[in-house]
């Protein structure tokens, strides 16, 4: 299985309204993306100096799984978006 996780930090000027179509589509992606094994998205409530503002996990059953997801038509539009409205998105993917 892969592991996929993500964690975003919003740009200061990205208005709540943003935020929330932001949470609203990647929370649409495992309805259109049948290689996600398992998805989860959370918002982080700390909001220290270090903290990422969202978190995303989600599982693939190979590398794969993982490949499609990326190359997703839905998956673009989602990607692009966090360019725009983020600061800072980082990545590791793991076997497990």
Do not use: N, W
């Amino acid at each position: 299985m892969i592991r996929h996780v993500v964690l975003f930090k919003f740009k200061t000027e990205t208005s709540d309204g943003d935020r929330r179509d932001f949470l609203a589509a990647l929370c649409d992606l495992p309805r259109e993306i049948h290689e996600v094994q398992e998805f989860e998205v959370g918002e982080d409530f700390l909001a220290s100096p270090r903290s990422y503002h969202v978190a995303l996990i989600a599982a693939f059953r190979d590398r794969h799984g993982l490949k499609a997801y990326a190359e997703h038509p839905k998956h673009a539009p989602v990607l692009a978006r966090s360019r725009q409205i983020c600061e800072h998105v980082v990545v590791a993917d793991y076997e497990f």
